[in-house]
């Protein structure tokens, strides 16, 4: 008697699943109309947000990524989610990634025109000076 019991309790859950699964499935194999695709997610511009921007003076960082160009003349680094360059003799830096995208890790390509960065998890690559 429990082997009818538990065979008819697993039938039913094997069918409920089957009802459960049957409409997602109907309507593709019906033909019906697709629905229009949603815009892609971009994370400099998210839907509703409502952004202001602060100016911040910094004159050091921690935790910061830093990359010197084959030539010696020019390194790369991130500081706050942003990628700057600057000459390594100082100066004053240009940042060439910003927005609300987190970017880090520069890095000089071998020919140094271009420089790589991780941009939120996704490789990206920007010009460079």
Known sequence: MDHRLAAAIALVLIS??????????????????????????DVNAPPGMVTRQIRINVDNGTWMNVDVSR?????AFDLLGDIYV???AGGT????????AY?????????????????????????GS
Do not use: N
């Open 71 to 75: 030539d010696g003349k020019w390194i």
């Open 16 to 41: 409920g699943q089957a009802v459960a699964q049957t409409p997602a499935s109907a309507p593709a194999a019906a033909g019906a109309a697709a629905k229009p695709d949603k815009p892609k997610w």
């Open 103 to 127: 970017d880090q890790q520069p890095r000089f390509s071998p020919d140094g025109k271009r420089i790589a960065l991780r941009r939120t998890g996704a490789a990206a690559t920007t010009s």
């Open 93 to 100: 830096p240009t940042r060439i990634a910003e927005g609300l």
């Open 86 to 88: 600057m000459p390594i």
